[in-house]
Each structure stands twice: as C-alpha cells, then as structure tokens.
C-alpha cells in the first residue's frame, strides 16, 4: 500500500550494534547538544524587566473607546460576542436616560460588559465585526492572576480613561487605507 | 374553479384565477418568490406600496403575448392564462430591486446596532441582499423623536418604512383605530391623534407585522438582541385569542412573546396584548418544543448546545 504522505516510517527489529548497546557514545552526544545551547543565544528575556517589541497590530487586552467628546462608543449591539468564536464576551443592554447623553454616544448602551480574558483567543473578530469602532485589541497585557474570577473583566477595567491624555491609543493599529476611508464624508455620522 | 397556467422565472406553476403572481410564486417557493415589504396576506387590501416585489411581465397572456410595458409590482397584479414572468431572471428588475432598497433606505436612520428588530427585519435582509455598500445621498435625514404610543408599545417613525401594515392591522382586527398616516408626500408620518394612547386587546400584532423596527415592543426593549435569545413554540388557554405563540427565552427568563411567523415574516395567527405582553413567567405557558428556524438565521448562531 502506498503511505499518503512521506513521513511515516516503517518500524524494524533490527538488533543494535555494539556501540549503540552501550549507551554511552548516545549520552555524550546528547549532552553535546545541551551544553552547545549555554553559549548560544538566549532564547527567553527577562520579563517584566525587559519586553519584547511588539507588533504595530499586536492583539492583547481588549479597550473599550470613547469618542472625542468622551461619550462611550459601545451601544451593545451584540455583534462582538456573536462573532466571538470562544464566547467570551457578555453583555448586558440598557437605555440611556435623559441627563446622561455626555456619558453615552447613542440610545442604547451597555450596562454590563464583560470580557473572560481565559476564554479569550486574542483573534482580533471582535474589533472587526464591531459596527461603533467601540472595541479594540490593544498591545497592552493581560496581567497574571491567581485565581480565575479576576479574569472577568467588566466595563471598569476595560473602558479607557475620559481624561483625552490617559487615552489609549489605537491610531497606530489603523493602516493608511482604513483612514483614508474614515475620510469619506459618507461616514460622518460614526465620527 | 379555473386553473390557470404561469411561468415564473421559467418555472411553470398552475394557480387559481384570480391569484396574485407573488402569490403564485410562493406557491413555487425558493428564490423566485419576490420579496415583500407591504404586502401581507393575511391583511386585506395590502401590499402595492413599498415596490420591492416588482417584476417584469416579458408575456401578459395566451391570448395577448404582448409583454407589460412597466415593471408590475406582483403582490397587486393577477395572473392571467399563459404569463410568462421574469424576476430573478431579469437584470432589468435585479437593478429595479436595488433601486427601491436605496429608495426606501433614504430616510433611514440604519441604526441597526441599537434597533431592537435587528436580526429579524425585512428591511436588514432586504439591503443585505440588494443594498449598496454606501450611500448616494449626502442630504441630512428626516428625524423624529421616539414617541410612546400605549404603555407597551414604542414607535420609532425614523425607521418607518410606510408600509401601512400597521394601520390595516388596527381596521381589520381592533375595533377602533386611533393611528394612521399624518401628512403628505415626504411628510407623511405614522402617529396618533397627540399621542393618544392605542390600547386595544389585539393592538399588540402591530410590532409583529412592522416589518421594521418601528413599532417595537416596550417589554422587551434592550432586554437583548434577538439572537442571544432562543424560540420556544407555547401555547395557553386563552379567552382572547388561540393561545399559541412563541417564547423567546434567555436562560430560564421569557423575554419576549410573539406570535409564530411563517417563512415569509408573516404572522399564522394573531394573538392578543394578554398573551404578548403580561404572562412572562414559565408557568404560564405550556412549552412545545424549540421551533425550527432557518439554517442560515442569525437566530440560530452560536446555539452550540442541543
């Protein structure tokens, strides 16, 4: 029978040479390898001392944005946690009351927002599908834990600052193309 | 009764004289069925005045082969021995479609993310399947505020397509009517006399024959996007009405109740405000079983569990 790919290999009983039978030569080959490696170049850094570069379009943490006026964008269409392939996004909706338009950009809101940062994959569907340009994947961490509750982060640990410099800039992760197309006048209305 | 012969979209069906060409391709089903916005069998006199169903006649008869000089819209034109009708077949009423999907996006406030019908509306299907990408129109938007009309139910006008749906539901199942259409031409608006409550036993089939969101229910308003939400067929015991609806349930939680839909959107019966809006605990309802929705629905995303 023909094998569908080439990486099988066909097993044997052959008997073992002299040298191989003695282990010893296999041993001093191994520990080769693993010395050679002391000298190389390290393959790990010292976080959180040192940090990696990270990519301009690096998905970590996810922020909720607000726009210029610092009305919060999300209006808790849902479209995030459908698209979300681990589910790990919930939310709960409420209406915006008479008083509270500064706080909230349109009718609708989210009351509650969550995010399970150990369902999470980090794919980045949730900033795609989002209609409000509301959510986005940041190039900040996700800090270590030791119990799995604190992974659950609500609307306090994910929403950005109101103050305009504290903010969290995303500009970088927008290519050329995605802003020359927020430029179209067409789009005014999600400015 | 005479049977007559059609041909739509190169399909041959045989229907009762008298019937509509929409009606004769149901009878077909599949993609030869136009879209409908207005027209609703169940209300008499529907239909004629979103244009979205509009098809081309290439034949008008056996007798008179002479092709139809307009686009007709088929939920108000009989059929006739030997027509031959073109809808997905003919570029020409393909372009139409577009046309009338840009045309009665106009006023549209495409506020879908906030909008309560989202996921279930004729209108989002409608511009999903022959929408542009953007708008032609620069032009600022007609608005109007939400307006309360009863305590149950909300009314959205920026969304309103003008379809009269609506209307005809409170002249042919309520007795009285205190809404219609105010104004002419651009102008014209759904409303009641000042905000006159409308507060009927049977008023409540209003939002489920909208074909927009612009009659939504008040109960379930923001409660959560439809599909997070999962339909259960139930029925009561119902003085009022036939008792059997459907449950759209969050967990153990009855968020909303409607009325069951066929495949065009179109309600099987109508049920009345008791079912709909004031019997949302478990023991109320009888629970037949999970209902069948499409493949494709959005109602049926990320239900990964049996």
Avoid at chain 1, 102 to 131: Q, T
Avoid at chain 2, 147 to 163: A, Q, S, V
Avoid at chain 2, 222 to 235: I, Y
């Amino acid at each position: 029978m023909q094998a569908l790919t080439n990486r099988s290999k066909i097993a044997s009983n052959k008997k073992m040479s002299f040298m191989e039978r003695i282990y010893f030569p296999a041993i001093v080959k191994g520990m080769f390898i693993t010395i050679r490696h002391f000298f190389g170049k390290k393959a790990t850094i010292n976080y959180p001392e040192q940090t990696r570069e990270f990519s301009q379009i690096y998905r970590g943490m996810h922020v909720l944005k607000r726009d210029d006026e610092g009305r919060e964008r999300c209006t808790a269409c849902g479209l995030c946690a459908v698209a979300c392939p681990a589910e790990a996004i919930t939310m709960v909706a409420a209406e915006r009351k008479s008083g509270e338009e500064n706080l909230y950009r349109e009718e609708k809101y989210a009351e509650v927002y969550e995010i399970n940062m150990l369902r999470c994959i980090f794919c980045g569907d949730c900033e795609e599908a989002c209609p409000k340009e509301a959510i986005f994947l940041t190039d900040r961490i996700v800090e270590s834990e030791y119990e799995r509750l604190p992974f659950i982060y609500g609307k306090d640990r994910l929403v950005e600052p109101v103050d305009l410099n504290l903010r969290i800039d995303i500009s970088a992760r927008q290519t050329e193309n995605v802003l020359k197309f927020k430029q179209n006048k067409r789009f005014a209305h999600n400015k | 009764m005479s049977l007559v012969k059609v041909t739509i979209d190169e399909i041959e069906v045989e229907v009762e004289a008298g019937t509509t060409i929409l009606n004769a391709a149901r009878k077909i089903g599949g993609n030869v069925v136009p879209p409908a916005m207005c027209y609703y069998s169940k209300l008499e006199g529907s239909g004629g005045k979103c244009r979205t169903c509009l098809v081309k006649v290439a034949q008008g008869s056996a007798k008179d082969p002479r092709p139809m000089p307009k686009l007709v819209p088929s939920c108000r034109t009989v059929v006739q021995n030997g027509m031959v009708v073109q809808n997905i077949t003919s570029p020409e009423v393909m372009e139409a479609r577009k046309a009338i999907t840009e045309f009665l996006l106009i006023n549209h406030p495409l506020d879908c993310p906030v909008c309560d019908q989202a996921g279930e509306c004729s209108l989002q299907d409608l511009s999903y399947a022959h929408g542009l990408a953007d708008t032609q129109t620069i032009e600022e938007r007609r608005t109007f505020a939400p307006i309360d009309i009863g305590d149950k139910i909300k009314l959205h006008m920026n969304r309103c397509i003008l379809c009269y749906r609506c209307v005809m539901v409170a002249d042919q199942l309520t007795d009285q009517r205190v809404h219609g259409v105010l104004g002419r031409g651009d102008h014209c608006e759904i409303s009641t006399y000042i905000t006159k409550a409308v507060d009927n036993d049977f008023s409540g089939n209003m939002i489920d024959v909208c074909p927009v969101g612009a009659l939504t229910d008040k109960t379930f308003r923001f409660k959560s996007r439809v599909w997070f939400t999962k339909p259960f067929d139930a029925h009561r015991d119902c003085p009022k009405c036939s008792g059997k609806v459907v449950l759209w349930m969050k967990g153990e939680e009855i968020l909303r109740v409607t009325g069951r839909k066929d495949k065009y959107g179109e309600l099987e019966v109508f049920i009345c405000n008791d079912c709909r809006f004031e019997h949302k605990e478990d023991k109320d309802w009888e629970v037949e079983g999970p209902r069948k929705i499409e493949r494709h629905s959005v109602i049926g995303q990320n239900h990964y569990e049996k």
